[in-house]
C-alpha cells in the first residue's frame, strides 16, 4: 500500500502553525519503514504559546453552560463515527495495529466522548441540611483551568479521548502533547474535535518530543494539572518535575498483568483470552497479559493448546485483513523486546515459541517480533516482573489458588489481572484479594468499557482514575458553598451547641 506523505502542524488558538525554532521530525510507518509525514519539533516558546491560548480561552470556556459544552462533544462523537474508516486505516498505518483493533480504538474515543457529552447534563454536586436554621449547604465542581495532557502512542485515538473529554465537559482548556510516534493521529484528532465546535484556544496541540515539549508544558507555571499515560520512569520524572508548582498529577502507567487459569477452567476459552490479551496490539497495551499463571493439573495441557494458537498467528500489516499480529511501534521497540528474550534464556526460563524478531520478505522492511512464550518461569524472574511491552508472555506453574495470587500480587504494578475458573467462591476470592484496579472472570486482561473507572493500584498510578465518574473527580476541584438566609451571624460548631447546665 503506498502511503501518502501527510504532514501537520501544531494547533495553537485555533491556528496550524510551525515550531517556532523550525524544526521538524518525521512520523514512520511501522510495518514498512516509511515516512508518513513531518511535524514540529516544538520547544518551550511552543509551549508558552499554547498554553497562553488555552489560558485566555479558559475565561470563557468554564462559562459556557455545561450540557453546550456536552453538545459538543456529542458532535465530535458523531464526526469520529463519519470519520471512523478513515481513521482506523490511518491507525493501521501510524501505529501499526491490525484493522479490528484500530476500529476499536476509535470506538473507545467515540464511547467516551458520548458518555462524557451525557455528563454535561449531570455533573452533579451534593446538597445537605445544614446543621444550622435558615441555611442552604451544597458542593459543586469547578474546573481547574489549563489541562496539560501527555499522551502516549500504543491508543493513538482513544487516550487523547479519555482526557480532552471529561476535561473539556468539565469546563477546563487543553494542551495536548500526543506521542512523538503518532503525531498525524494527534493532529486528525483536533482537527475533527474543532470541526465539531470546539472554540478556538480551548484545545491546543504541540508536537514534539518528551524531554523537550513533554518537559516544558510539566514545568509551565500556568497548567494546573497535568494528566499523562506513559511509562513508569517516565511518570516519575513527571512527578518530580510538576512538584516545584505543586501541581495535581494524574498518571496512568504501565502493568504486568496475570491471567490465572486454574484446574477447573475451560482451557479452551483460557487460550482464546491469553492470545488476544498477550498479541493483541503485539502485547503493546498497558493491560496486556505478560504473565499467564496456570495451575500444575492443567500447565502441560495449556502449553501446547497456547504454543499451537501463537504459531498459528499470522504476522503483518495492520491494513491486511488477514493480520493477526501487526508491528512493535519502532527499532527500539525490537530491541528492547530481543533483549528481554534473551534475559529471559539467561535466567532459565524454558523459550517455547517466538523468541525473535520476524524478517521474512516484506517483513523485514518493518519492525515485526515473533509471539514468544516461555515456560517454566519464576515468579521474581525478571521478564515476570517488569514490563516488555511486546508480544512475549511467561507461564508460572502453581500448585494452588492462594500460590497463584500470590505470583499475581508480588509485582509492583496493580493495573489488570484475570481468573479463569468456574467455582464461583474462587472467582469471588480472586476479585476481593488480587490487587489491581481491574479484574476479570472468565476474560482476559484487557477489554475496559468507558463507564467503569479505570486505572491502577500501586507503581501503575498515584491514586486516581480515568473513564467513569472517576475522570471527573481528576479533571474538577470540589466547591463547597454555604449560603446563609437567617439574616443573622450564625455561627458553625459554636451557636448550634447545646451547652450542659453548669
Ligand atoms: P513514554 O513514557 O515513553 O511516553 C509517553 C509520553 O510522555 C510521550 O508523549 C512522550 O513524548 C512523553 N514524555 C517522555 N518524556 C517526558 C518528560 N520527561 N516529560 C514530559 N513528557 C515526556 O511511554 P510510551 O512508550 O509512549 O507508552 C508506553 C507506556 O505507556 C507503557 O508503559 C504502557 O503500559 C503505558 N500505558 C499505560 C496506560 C494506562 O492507562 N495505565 C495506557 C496506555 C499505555
Known sequence: MAVAE??????????WVDAASGETFESFVPATGESLGSFPRSGAEDVDRAVAAAKEAFGSWRLVPAPKRGEILFRFARLLEEQKDELTELM???????LAEAGGDVQEAIDMSVYMAGEGRRLFG?????????????????PVGVVGAITPWNFPIAIPAWKLAPALVCGNTVVLKPAEDTPLLASRFVEILSEAGVPPGVVNVVHGYGEDAGAALVAHPDVPIITFTGHRTTGIAVTKAAADN???VHLELGGKNAIIVMDDADLDLAVEGIVWSAFGTSGQRCTAASRVIVHEAVYDA????LVDAAERMRLGPGWDESTDVGPVINRGAIEKIHGYTEIGKDEGA?????????????LGKGHFYRPTIFADVEPGMRIAQEEIFGPTTALIPVRDFDEAVRAANGIRYGLSSSIFTRDVNRAFRAMRDLQTGITYVNAGTTGAEVHLP???TKETGNGHREAGQAALDVFTEWKSVYVDYSGKLQRAQIDNVERPAP
Open 6 to 15: 501527510r504532514s501537520a502542524q501544531n494547533f495553537i488558538g485555533g491556528e
Open 92 to 98: 493501521s498505518r501510524e501505529m501499526g495495529k491490525v
Open 126 to 142: 451534593q446538597t445537605t441540611p445544614s446543621e444550622l436554621p435558615d441555611k442552604f449547604n451544597m458542593s459543586m465542581r469547578m
Open 246 to 248: 505543586l501541581k495535581t
Open 302 to 305: 495449556l502449553q501446547s493448546k
Open 350 to 362: 524454558k523459550l517455547l515459541t517466538g523468541g525473535e524478531p520476524a524478517t521474512d520478505g516484506d
Open 454 to 456: 479505570f486505572g491502577g
